[in-house]
């Protein structure tokens, strides 16, 4: 079998005909669905060596509201600011077939689709809710970090003795979330955090997929240049004037001239994630970062007063350092100088602080919110 092309194994035990927040039919066990030990003909791609998993939970917010309301199973659900000039927090999978997406003004996405229930958020259920998917993932490893409310990477090195392998284990905690919580989630699994998160967001909803060790640059390459951390719309527009459109033309382009189109850590950073290099390790600890809490809460405070919450792939706080420059202007700061330079020591740590929460652009700034 093709490497790059991974495993979406899970897909055949849940994506069929149920909704969001109802708990699908699982198999008994957690392992491939059938005798010859995958769910196709075409072999199981090989996880030696996959042992990072991004588990991402399914339109959560939404989710959440569907189970604790039976009744809106199979309508278009959209979380957020009930008012004129509320946003999207969340939408299910119903909702988002009219082109409804978090972020989007409220007014906007009662237009696409005159027929959701807009529901105002319940943090409390939610957080609820996440401390149950986080148990579960400390059932499997202590190797949890979290990367927000309903995501997080999970180290399973040493969990593989006991639970089996990497994509078996992905298995078991797709069916404890669906049984146990009556929520769905998709499983990102690779040897490395930057390619396990690709996997997880090229999968959704209520998928799985392996990508091999050796299958790494298959599929990564074809890739537009946008799947890379830190590649948002203005990096993407110099890199497409340079003509690299894809992961595979950022890969193949000299170093030389990405950095003096990007700068030094830039370039090395961009390079280094085409090439499916992402040293950074799994960090346990158990617990979400205070700064991706505290935008949870700002973008949240942001939907009940009614304002555009910042973008949330965007740090609302960046931490300061002993160079960094005081932030004036309001309680969220309008000075984001900090945020506007990349350390030239580990670009790739760096990248790893600046998008916990998702890519952003590395050329671009940040902002509080603004209203929409």
Do not use: N
């Not at 849940?14 to 030990?37: I, Q």
């Not at 090989?46 to 959560?60: N, P, R, W, Y």
């Not at 890969?251 to 085409?274: T, Y």
């Not at 670009?347 to 600046?354: G, I, K, L, Q």
Request: one cysteine or more.
């Amino acid at each position: 079998m093709s490497g790059g092309a991974g495993c979406r194994a899970g897909r055949d035990v849940g994506r069929g005909g149920y909704a969001p927040g109802v708990a699908p039919e699982l198999p008994d066990d957690t392992g491939c669905p059938d005798d010859t030990g995958c769910p196709d003909d075409t072999g199981c791609p090989d996880d030696t060596g996959c042992t990072v998993l991004h588990v991402d939970m399914d339109a959560f917010y939404a989710s959440v509201e569907v189970r604790r309301r039976p009744e809106l199973a199979g309508r278009p659900v959209v979380v957020g600011g009930t008012g004129p000039r509320g946003v999207v927090s969340s939408a299910s999978y119903e909702a988002r077939a009219y082109g409804v997406r978090s972020a989007m003004p409220m007014g906007q996405a009662r237009r696409l689709c005159p027929q959701a229930v807009i529901l105002p958020p319940d943090m409390a259920a939610y957080a609820e809710a996440s401390r149950a998917v986080m148990r579960i993932f400390h059932d499997v490893t202590p190797l949890v970090e979290p990367l927000s409310i309903d995501e997080a990477f999970l180290d399973v090195a040493g969990a593989q003795r006991l639970l089996g392998s990497p994509a078996t284990i992905a298995r078991l905690i797709k069916r404890r979330i669906a049984d146990e919580l009556g929520l769905t989630c998709t499983v990102g699994v690779a040897g490395t955090k930057f390619v396990a998160k690709l996997a997880s967001t090229r999968s959704k909803p209520d998928g799985l997929l392996v990508v091999p060790v050796a299958g790494v640059l298959e599929f990564l390459h074809p890739l537009p240049v946008e799947a890379l951390w830190g590649v948002g719309d203005r990096t993407a527009e110099v890199l497409r004037r340079l003509g690299l459109r894809l992961v595979g033309d950022v890969a193949a382009a000299p170093v030389g001239m990405l950095r003096q189109a990007l700068g030094e850590a830039a370039a090395r950073h961009l390079h280094d994630l085409s090439w499916g290099r992402d040293p950074r390790p799994v960090v346990g600890g158990g617990r979400v970062e205070k700064s991706d809490r505290l935008g949870d809460h700002v973008r949240y405070r942001c939907v009940r007063r009614g304002h555009r919450p910042p973008d949330p792939a965007r740090p609302v706080h960046p931490r300061r350092s002993a160079s960094a420059p005081r932030r004036t202007g309001g309680p969220y700061g309008r000075d984001q100088g900090a945020a506007r330079r990349l350390p030239d020591a580990h670009p790739v740590a760096h990248a790893d602080r600046a998008h916990r929460r998702g890519p952003r652009d590395l050329r671009g700034g940040v902002g509080p919110c603004s209203p929409s």
